[in-house]
């Protein structure tokens, strides 16, 4: 510690002048009122009484010092300007030369306090702290370099930064130069401003091609003439500067001439074709004996975050849907690492909030449907409300009116002309988009004519865009809808019709759904849209609508059985299928159990789940949930409502057994237990409970027992007893029927009958009963697992991948275990003309 003030100590020329600096709060004393040796013995005595004070300091002290309250330091603070420099230099070099403890984090902290002082620093100090941060560095900073900097720039600025200090700076640059973290790549161009960017060592190239998306760019750039290569260098490079949170106004103001240098079409194509193919590092690029891959690396993830943030110099809301799709890629999950880049992601979401027009929160709204991660939940919804707030109104008004047109009329679509062809586009009435193409006479085709694709390539390409656009937004508007069962939102007429029944993008869904419409003074009335007019259940016209009737979605638990059963029916006879379940949606009473434990229920309690599968379901039904494993991550499922300003728990818990984990170190099976409700942080007893919202929550919790219980796994039969899940899989599998599996039951019972197999089907208690030519087959209407008589024989066979829905009319969409029941119907019935040889083993056995 006692060599540099040694140093100072013997008897030297004068002082080099101090480093002028702006005014702070040290003491106002002259450097010049004692000599460097007495001020060297006093910066002595003074480090070594706080020394001894600190000598015993544990971590929570060096956690929770601060100088300015702290007794020990006080007499440095208050001690002359130049013992303060001196105690700063000598504790800085001893930190930096030395180990790290309690006590130089304590020095460290007093250190930082000091450089932030107006305090008189020479040349001849600086050369001595920035010799000894050349000769440890190894391209990692140990201790924060940020005051130190500040002085070498204040010497620069007076012109008496010498050449020793250019040298040191020059050395601790070079080994910067290939700092892949934040800190050092901001230090490294602070060094560069010092030096002066002629005089600095080559940072490497703008991009590491460790990542696919930067080995895309730099193989672009390269095919660049050299004035459109050298504007997207200098673009980079200020790109690599992104390290903040947010771009200041500086940042963006610098980045608007380098946009328009390189042309702002061009730099949005170019961003589009190098966001579509992030991905994290390959395993050739990851690191030794690694066994997953890396997200992206960090420098590139600076320059990414930098472009990003350049959209919103742009002020183009066109770039919306670039800015939300780079953001999704970015937030999808690396299994054993975590999300892609989340400060990628977090860049997009901050530029989408400035952006503030209606482009941006559509692009945010259909974010929030798209992505799982938790903290990019959150974002998303603070930038909704921030959007919101700005406007004056709630959210889910500026969602609906945020969502854009195209141009497209529910019935006639858009007709665009591209050379000589017209492209006739159109919404079907299943919510997808369809492209018909047709010459000048009139002739139709499907695929995209030669001649628009040479002549027309721009305007084609721009709009394949829009076409890819209303793709996402029309499957954001489904999930947006249901959400909207779990609410009471109360639309006027006029505002619904225009938001709803005839936006081009909500339409195909809001007209497949069912409404309570309530004019002033009348009782309130359901219908919906049939043929170009709203109908009763029973075909007859509902009256004339004024712009005071109020508009709700409907939502069965407010009608009767009898009303429900009446529109199941008319679904059927008029083969409409529902976007998601409305008419059949299973309801949940309270029940004599749960009235009776009062603040919980055990109704999905003691079910094994794939723990997974559930997180996945969990996530796209709006919860929150993190991966348990062998180590500290316990967590509860929860679900907030704030419009019901209730919060949903759903308890669950691990195995503590070895043989249950995968090889990260995830459990792979769960047990569920209780689901519990609370508002304002207090149990809530299940009676206090809306009766809606609590229907929708155990219907939740359902799926999620439905879906993810190991029951589901055709495999499961083969794996033995593994302790407490001994048993599991058959209890699910051809067990009890859950409300879901009711539901299944009574569509089928209007279904089967109408199929061509109809005479080989019936019904047992919980089994559809299909005699094949070969065996008598009973499929389980909970799990779709099949027992074979006489001597119920489990019979194993894996659905194959695909939209199994799509071969058979259904009600509603989304319960893919109903399309799989009807797929084995069929199969089973015709078992004579099966070809599988894993399916026939079992057949002869």
């Known amino acids: 510690m006692w060599e540099w003030l040694k140093k100072v100590v013997a008897p030297t020329p004068a002082a080099p002048a101090p480093v002028p600096t702006a005014p702070a709060d040290a003491p106002s004393e002259p450097a010049a009122s004692m000599t460097d040796g007495a001020a060297a013995k006093e910066a002595r005595r003074l480090i070594h009484d706080f020394n001894q004070f600190h000598g015993g300091a544990d971590l929570a002290d060096g956690q929770a010092f601060r100088a300015t309250q702290n007794d020990a330091s006080q007499p440095i603070l208050t001690a002359p300007p130049r013992v303060q420099a001196l105690v700063a230099v000598s504790l800085f070099v001893t930190r930096v030369r030395g180990k790290w403890s309690v006590l130089s984090a304590i020095q460290e902290k007093l250190v930082q306090t000091l450089m932030r002082r107006n305090l008189p620093i020479t040349a001849d100090d600086l050369d001595e702290m920035l010799e000894a941060v050349a000769a440890t560095i190894k391209s990692y900073i140990a201790v924060p370099l940020g005051g130190l900097l500040g002085k070498?720039?204040?010497?620069?600025?007076?012109?008496?930064?010498?050449?020793?200090?250019?040298?040191?700076?020059?050395?601790?640059?070079?080994?910067?130069?290939?700092?892949?973290?934040?800190?050092?790549?901001?230090?490294?161009?602070?060094?560069?401003?010092?030096?002066?960017?002629?005089?600095?060592?080559?940072?490497?190239?703008?991009?590491?091609?460790?990542?696919?998306?930067?080995?895309?760019?730099?193989?672009?750039?390269?095919?660049?003439?050299?004035?459109?290569?050298?504007?997207?260098?200098?673009?980079?490079?200020?790109?690599?500067?992104?390290?903040?949170?947010?771009?200041?106004?500086?940042?963006?103001?610098?980045?608007?001439?380098?946009?328009?240098?390189?042309?702002?079409?061009?730099?949005?194509?170019?961003?589009?074709?190098?966001?579509?193919?992030?991905?994290?590092?390959?395993?050739?690029?990851?690191?030794?004996?690694?066994?997953?891959?890396?997200?992206?690396?960090?420098?590139?993830?600076?320059?990414?975050?930098?472009?990003?943030?350049?959209?919103?110099?742009?002020?183009?809301?066109?770039?919306?849907?670039?800015?939300?799709?780079?953001?999704?890629?970015?937030?999808?999950?690396?299994?054993?690492?975590?999300?892609?880049?989340?400060?990628?992601?977090?860049?997009?979401?901050?530029?989408?909030?400035?952006?503030?027009?209606?482009?941006?929160?559509?692009?945010?709204?259909?974010?929030?449907?798209?992505?799982?991660?938790?903290?990019?939940?959150?974002?998303?919804?603070?930038?909704?409300?921030?959007?919101?707030?700005?406007?004056?109104?709630?959210?889910?008004?500026?969602?609906?009116?945020?969502?854009?047109?195209?141009?497209?009329?529910?019935?006639?679509?858009?007709?665009?002309?591209?050379?000589?062809?017209?492209?006739?586009?159109?919404?079907?009435?299943?919510?997808?988009?369809?492209?018909?193409?047709?010459?000048?006479?009139?002739?139709?085709?499907?695929?995209?004519?030669?001649?628009?694709?040479?002549?027309?390539?721009?305007?084609?390409?721009?709009?394949?865009?829009?076409?890819?656009?209303?793709?996402?937004?029309?499957?954001?508007?489904?999930?947006?809808?249901?959400?909207?069962?779990?609410?009471?939102?109360?639309?006027?007429?006029?505002?619904?019709?225009?938001?709803?029944?005839?936006?081009?993008?909500?339409?195909?869904?809001?007209?497949?759904?069912?409404?309570?419409?309530?004019?002033?003074?009348?009782?309130?009335?359901?219908?919906?849209?049939?043929?170009?007019?709203?109908?009763?259940?029973?075909?007859?016209?509902?009256?004339?609508?004024?712009?005071?009737?109020?508009?709700?979605?409907?939502?069965?638990?407010?009608?009767?059985?009898?009303?429900?059963?009446?529109?199941?029916?008319?679904?059927?006879?008029?083969?409409?299928?529902?976007?998601?379940?409305?008419?059949?949606?299973?309801?949940?009473?309270?029940?004599?159990?749960?009235?009776?434990?009062?603040?919980?229920?055990?109704?999905?309690?003691?079910?094994?789940?794939?723990?997974?599968?559930?997180?996945?379901?969990?996530?796209?039904?709006?919860?929150?949930?993190?991966?348990?494993?062998?180590?500290?991550?316990?967590?509860?499922?929860?679900?907030?409502?704030?419009?019901?300003?209730?919060?949903a728990e759903f308890w669950v818990e691990c195995s503590q057994g070895r043989e249950d984990l995968s090889d990260s170190g995830i459990y792979l099976h769960i047990a569920t237990d209780q689901v519990r409700f609370s508002r304002d942080r207090a149990t809530l007893p299940l009676t206090d409970v809306p009766p809606l919202i609590f229907s929708e929550i155990m219907r939740d919790v359902d799926l999620f027992v439905g879906v993810g219980s190991v029951g589901n796994d055709p495999a499961w039969a083969d794996r033995g007893d593994i302790g407490p899940y001994a048993g599991a899989w058959g209890r699910f599998a051809f067990g009890e029927l859950s409300a879901t599996a009711e539901t299944r039951r009574d569509v089928l019972t209007q279904l089967v009958p109408k199929l061509k197999i109809a005479a080989q089907c019936s019904f047992e208690e919980r089994f559809l009963v299909v005699r094949g030519q070969l065996r008598t087959y009973k499929i389980h209407l909970g799990s779709g697992n099949i027992l074979m008589a006489p001597n119920d024989q489990y019979l194993c066979i894996v659905p194959a991948r695909g939209r199994q829905e799509d071969k058979f009319f259904l009600p509603f969409e989304g319960d893919a275990t109903l399309s799989i029941i009807l797929s084995k119907a069929f199969l089973l019935a015709a078992d004579a003309k099966i070809t599988d040889g894993s399916i026939l083993s079992q057949l002869r056995s």
């Not at 670039?322 to 937030?331: E, F, G």
């Not at 010459?439 to 721009?462: C, D």
């Not at 993008?505 to 002033?520: C, E, S, T």
């Not at 008029?574 to 004599?592: C, S």
């Open 152 to 647: 070498c720039e204040a010497l620069k600025a007076s012109g008496q930064l010498t050449e020793g200090n250019r040298a040191k700076l020059q050395a601790i640059a070079a080994k910067l130069g290939k700092a892949n973290y934040a800190e050092g790549r901001k230090v490294l161009a602070r060094i560069t401003q010092i030096l002066d960017t002629a005089e600095a060592p080559s940072a490497g190239p703008p991009l590491d091609r460790a990542d696919s998306w930067a080995a895309l760019a730099e193989d672009d750039l390269a095919t660049m003439a050299e004035p459109e290569r050298t504007a997207w260098r200098a673009l980079l490079t200020h790109a690599r500067t992104a390290s903040a949170a947010q771009p200041a106004a500086r940042w963006l103001q610098a980045a608007r001439p380098l946009v328009e240098n390189v042309g702002p079409a061009k730099f949005t194509d170019s961003l589009t074709r190098w966001s579509r193919v992030v991905k994290p590092r390959s395993y050739e690029s990851r690191m030794t004996n690694s066994q997953a891959p890396l997200p992206l690396h960090e420098a590139n993830s600076d320059v990414l975050k930098g472009l990003v943030w350049c959209c919103a110099a742009l002020g183009d809301s066109a770039t919306a849907g670039l800015v939300a799709d780079l953001a999704a890629i970015c937030y999808r999950k690396v299994p054993g690492v975590g999300p892609i880049s989340s400060k990628v992601g977090n860049a997009c979401l901050v530029v989408l909030e400035k952006m503030g027009d209606l482009a941006a929160v559509t692009q945010l709204s259909r974010l929030r449907n798209k992505i799982k991660y938790v903290v990019a939940q959150r974002l998303v919804q603070r930038a909704l409300e921030t959007a919101a707030g700005n406007a004056g109104m709630t959210v889910a008004d500026l969602e609906e009116i945020a969502l854009p047109t195209f141009g497209l009329h529910p019935e006639e679509g858009l007709d665009e002309s591209l050379a000589s062809f017209t492209a006739e586009i159109r919404i079907t009435p299943a919510a997808e988009v369809n492209v018909t193409w047709r010459n000048a006479g009139g002739k139709a085709q499907q695929s995209v004519p030669a001649e628009v694709k040479s002549e027309a390539a721009e305007e084609w390409k721009e709009l394949k865009r829009t076409l890819g656009e209303i793709g996402k937004l029309l499957d954001a508007q489904r999930h947006r809808l249901e959400r909207l069962c779990r609410v009471e939102r109360t639309w006027r007429y006029t505002d619904w019709r225009e938001r709803y029944l005839d936006h081009p993008l909500v339409a195909p869904f809001a007209r497949r759904l069912i409404w309570r419409f309530a004019p002033p003074g009348v009782d309130p009335l359901l219908g919906m849209w049939h043929e170009g007019r709203l109908v009763s259940v029973h075909d007859g016209p509902l009256p004339e609508m004024t712009s005071e009737t109020a508009v709700t979605l409907w939502h069965p638990i407010t009608s009767d059985v009898a009303v429900v059963q009446a529109w199941r029916e008319e679904l059927v006879s008029r083969q409409i299928t529902q976007p998601f379940k409305q008419a059949h949606r299973e309801i949940y009473v309270l029940t004599d159990a749960e009235r009776t434990t009062g603040t919980y229920s055990n109704r999905f309690a003691a079910h094994i789940l794939r723990q997974h599968q559930f997180a996945a379901l969990a996530h796209q039904r709006g919860w929150t949930y993190r991966l348990q494993g062998a180590f500290d991550s316990a967590n509860t499922p929860e679900l907030a409502v704030p419009e019901w300003n209730l919060r």
